[in-house]
């Protein structure tokens, strides 16, 4: 089966993450060619005037020969707030050197190492 759309490819990788109100959806899929990309997409709960519910989703399109600007340009951006964060009284100036030593960086200024789990059933019967 052929898709138009490359939105509508099928995926060979996906990893949610819930994170507060939001689900970002790490998603891996092929382009005609074969070739891997990522797509990021945040996911939110947002509620209409008569009280029913619907997603908001906004997509990054991640192609291989982006990934290291982007995570050059997101490891900077990390590390950015977490030495800039004045906010945070327990701030520890942490910089990161990679995004998973930003995530753990992150996980235990707020001092929560645990994961959640994911009820699907939340997020409706529309995949982003």
């Keep these: ?20 109100k939001r689900t970002y959806f790490f998603d891996v899929k092929s382009t005609k060619g074969e070739d891997l990309y990522l797509t990021i997409t945040e996911s939110k ?16 399109f991640l192609y291989k020969e982006d990934f290291d600007k982007f995570s050059e340009g997101l490891n900077e951006a990390v590390r950015f707030i977490l030495n800039n964060n004045t906010s945070q009284s327990n701030n520890t100036n ?31 019967n529309d995949k982003p």
């Excluded at 998973?100 to 699907?120: H, L, P, R, V, Y």
């Design 45 to 60: 709960k947002r509620f209409r005037d008569d009280g029913t519910f619907f997603y908001e989703k906004h997509k990054i």
């Design 94 to 124: 942490v910089a990161p050197s990679t995004v998973s030593d930003a995530s753990t960086a992150i996980d235990e200024q707020k001092g929560d190492n645990t994961w959640s789990d994911i009820n699907f059933e939340d997020l409706g």
């Design 1 to 20: 089966m052929e898709f138009n759309d490359q939105a509508d490819r099928e995926e060979i990788y996906s990893k949610p993450v819930r994170a507060g």
